[in-house]
């Protein structure tokens, strides 16, 4: 990050405020209105993207502290939000990674510019890729944006607000919009405009390009990111002012892709000024509704991906691009990576699901562009690693290639569909343990619980599994466990390349799991007493039978017969298992089209039907405490108190307001239990009952408040008395 102090930027710490007064200039909203449903669509209408991250709950802060900024979220590194919904089972509700949804917006101020008409500034230090603000307007289509350029035009509006969303949907904060439309242009900005996916909408917010300054006005390249009708005068006042913004074409700005897109591309500024320096005396030929400059695009030389990060670049740009031409760059960046460490994480990026929608779009489109895409996808489908079905399953590219070979005139397509259906049909679908979320399905199922963990069969959970040692000495396919023990007949052991860990499948029964699995006990031939030398005693009788040997035999006799009923409880269990493991099989495929609901019934019913009626209590599932009532309602109160106690964090510090977060949300918890103790808490508060708590935090405020200030003032009494003794003594 970029020191603030080092840097020579204007600051307008002193500038009256004029925010009050810019909004009365136009219609404030809260949220984007949509001339259509369609409109501003982000292509996650049948699968949203999930992340795999883990909730990480900060009990005394009350928030999800999953997904954060120094996090691997594959979803905040590709620019998609999370949704409560769709990422419950991952990294939890209400997590970091969340910004557009509950508008974490950065503390700013419009004031009056010299030139520019009103800017705006920041209010506290903002640090590089910090989000400042949502782009929000009236999402429009294109004929309404051509018409509406022409009206403002005609009215002679002197700022335009138009920013294209994507293809066919642009944002106006002409007449509607927030206060991230004062943003002025600058050719050398310090934030930059990036497109979110946000659930099923694309969303538009402005980002900090470095660190900036308190009182530093926030600026972004029109030239890049705006849409005007007119060309008008810069007065940014940088060293290298191109004199002009907006319009229909570029001029020599500094900028020739949007932030995002140069850097999936491998292009950085120096690559672009020099390309501007050289080509000046040539006409641009500028793509009018993408601002793309299409003969710089044509000629940046594309290279394989190498490093990690440059992945989640890449597939970032790939989920929000628009534009036709530097898609055909991104899938030709990904066409020539061959490193199978690097295909994996493109995978684990969405990669299915990214290229899914593509095939989507594209497959409609009758180019020689697009067709090319389409056999560059296909291609690059066919070199990804493959182990297990579950992605391919889940991003159901699969009916999407069956449409694509359907419809496609062309032979190499529909060869390259053709050859990866028939490789996908063969692979298996390995079970994940799903997380424990208290249904009683999974909780005492012999397919999800614990307890059909063999006790002679460790699990490989919690296990440090070594990768450097154990791949080395297994092959793909080996008939025997890590440690050389044979596998029972028919089961295979693999290495799964995503997580180092074995898992094993049977070919026959198309089946494979984590857990090492049991050995059917084949039915053993009754076993005679055992023999027993006869002792004559002194007199030549008999060994008598209440002799302490004879017993030893009974009770050996009786723990042998004890063990070849557990044998064979355990065989009849174990058929069992493997019968109900083949069901979950096929009920884990049909779940993919259909719902998770559904899924979760089907379980519930395999796991209650018992062909044998075996309980055995070793195979029962571990039971999980209930948390106590008081407990859960604390729980719910600290979603919400920390965050109302915030604004007095500035006058009373950070552990005070921590301390009083703690101590209201028990006081309210037990308010609770005392009013009803077998009420279950719900899962979110209406707004009725959040209007109730802001006035049980504004009480309980006021009281502590009083009592602070009277402290707090005693102390600084106190301080100043002791220096006035102070100054005395020394004037003495």
């Known amino acids: 990050m970029t020191d603030v102090k080092s840097r020579q930027v204007q ?25 259509s449903k369609n409109l501003g669509s982000s292509g996650q209408v049948l699968e949203y993207m999930s992340c795999d991250c883990v909730e990480q709950w900060d009990s005394e802060q009350g928030i999800n502290l999953a997904c954060g900024e120094d996090s691997d979220c594959i979803n905040r590194v590709t620019s998609v939000e999370c949704i409560n919904k769709h990422c419950a089972s991952t990294c939890g509700k209400n997590c970091s990674n969340q910004r557009f949804q ?25 640090s590089e890729g910090q989000f400042i603000y949502e782009y929000i307007g009236e999402v429009i289509d294109e004929k309404a944006f051509r018409q509406r350029m022409i009206e403002y035009d005609t009215k002679n509006f002197k700022h335009f607000y138009f920013m294209m969303l994507n293809k066919d949907s642009f944002i106006d904060a002409t007449l509607k919009g927030s206060l991230a439309r004062f943003v002025n242009h600058s050719c050398s900005p310090n934030a930059f405009v990036d497109k979110w996916v946000v659930g099923e909408k694309l969303r538009m917010g402005i980002f900090a390009k470095r660190s900036i300054a308190v009182g530093e006005e926030i600026t972004f390249d029109y030239n890049v990111d705006r849409y005007g009708a007119q060309k008008q005068p810069c007065y940014c006042g940088e060293p290298n002012c191109i004199k002009f913004m907006g319009g229909k074409t570029q001029t020599d700005a500094a900028m020739l892709l949007p932030e995002g897109v140069s850097e999936a591309l491998g292009v950085t500024t120096k690559m672009e000024r020099a390309w501007v320096r050289e080509n000046k005396h040539k006409l641009k030929t500028t793509n009018e509704d993408s601002g793309i400059n299409e003969d710089f695009v044509n000629n940046i030389p594309m290279l394989s991906l190498l490093q990690p990060v440059e992945v989640s670049k890449v597939m970032g740009a790939l989920m929000k691009n628009q534009d036709v031409l530097i898609a055909s760059k991104l899938i030709e960046r990904l066409f020539l990576t061959n490193d199978d460490n690097i295909n994996l994480a493109i995978i684990r990026f969405h990669g299915y699901k990214t290229f899914s929608k593509l095939i989507e779009e594209y497959r409609t489109i009758d180019s020689e562009l697009s067709q090319e895409i389409l056999t560059k996808i296909l291609k690059i489908l066919g070199k990804w690693p493959k182990v297990t079905k579950n992605k391919i399953s889940s991003s159901q590219i699969e009916d999407v290639i069956r449409k694509l070979k359907a419809a496609s005139t062309n032979e190499e397509i529909q060869t390259l569909a053709q050859s990866l259906l028939d490789e996908w049909s063969t692979l298996l679908m390995a079970y994940r343990i799903p997380k424990y979320d208290g249904n009683e ?7 999800y619980g614990r307890g059909t963990r063999s006790p002679e069969q460790p699990s490989m959970d919690g296990q440090n599994y070594n990768n450097s040692q154990k791949q080395e000495s297994l092959e793909f396919g080996t008939y025997n466990d890590a440690d050389g023990t044979p596998l029972p007949d028919g089961w295979q052991m693999a290495i799964d390349k995503d997580t180092g860990k074995p898992y094993y499948f049977h070919t026959e029964k198309r089946l494979s799991k984590w857990e090492r699995p049991v050995s059917a006990i084949k039915p053993q031939l009754p076993k005679g007493p055992k023999f027993v030398s006869k002792e004559i005693n002194g007199r030549g009788g008999r060994e008598g039978s209440g002799t302490p040997r004879s017993k030893h035999h009974e009770e050996e006799e009786l723990a042998r017969r004890e063990e070849d009923k557990l044998r064979k409880e355990k065989e009849m269990l174990y058929n069992e298992v493997l019968e109900k493991e083949k069901r979950l099989q096929e009920l884990i495929q049909q779940s993919q089209k259909g719902t998770q609901a559904g899924m979760a019934s089907s379980v519930k019913s395999l796991s209650s039907n018992s062909n044998g009626g075996i309980k055995n209590k070793q195979y029962k599932s571990l039971s999980h405490r209930t948390p106590s009532t008081e407990s859960q309602w604390m729980a719910l109160f600290a979603k919400y108190v920390p965050n109302l106690l915030r604004l007095y ?7 005070n307001m921590k301390k009083c977060a703690k101590d209201l949300v028990h006081q309210l918890a037990q308010k609770e239990v005392k009013r009803d103790a077998e009420k279950t808490p719900p899962s979110e508060f209406v707004d009725s009952k959040v209007k109730k708590i802001k006035e049980s935090v504004k009480l309980f405020m006021e009281k502590y408040l009083v009592k602070y200030r009277k402290k707090h003032d005693k102390r600084k009494h106190e301080s100043s008395e002791n220096n006035q003794r102070k100054r005395v003594k020394t004037d003495d």
């Open 441 to 447: 399905a999974y909780n005492h199922s012999p397919i």
């Open 649 to 655: 964090e500035a006058e009373i510090g950070r552990e």
């Open 102 to 126: 509950k508008k974490q917006y950065a503390p700013v101020t419009v004031f009056q510019t010299e030139k520019k008409g009103y800017g705006l500034r920041a209010d506290k230090e903002l």
């Open 11 to 35: 600051l307008y710490l002193d500038a009256e405020s004029k925010t009050e007064e810019a909004r009365s200039k136009f219609e404030e909203l809260a949220e984007c209105t949509y001339g």
